[in-house]
């Protein structure tokens, strides 16, 4: 039988820049970048990459915005 896996209800999309936002405005109200990674047992310099467009957001950060990851395509522009 296959493990059944938990997921979070599905919502509204958001895309790449809604996610920073998500991310800028919880590190805001939780002190700043680094309380909110250490709230997270995330690493501070990788949040602030995310948020400097240094790097995409993954599974730690995206779970921790209560949020869940899904890859999208699309046909190409002719």
Same mark, same amino acid.
């Given at each position: 039988m296959p493990r059944r896996r938990d997921t979070i209800p599905p919502g509204p999309w958001i895309d790449l820049d809604g996610v920073v936002l998500r991310l800028r405005k919880s590190c805001? %109200? +939780? !002190?700043?970048?680094? %309380?909110? +990674? +250490?709230?997270? =047992?995330? #690493? +501070?310099?990788?949040?602030?990459?995310?948020?400097? #467009? @240094? @790097?995409?957001? !993954?599974?730690?950060?995206?779970? %921790?915005? !209560?949020? =869940?990851? %899904?890859?999208l395509w699309r046909t190409p522009a002719h």
């Open positions: 805001n %109200a +939780a !002190g700043g970048q680094k %309380a909110w +990674a +250490a709230k997270h =047992e995330i #690493s +501070a310099a990788y949040v602030n990459d995310v948020l400097n #467009s @240094r @790097r995409l957001p !993954g599974e730690k950060i995206t779970r %921790a915005l !209560g949020l =869940e990851g %899904a890859l």
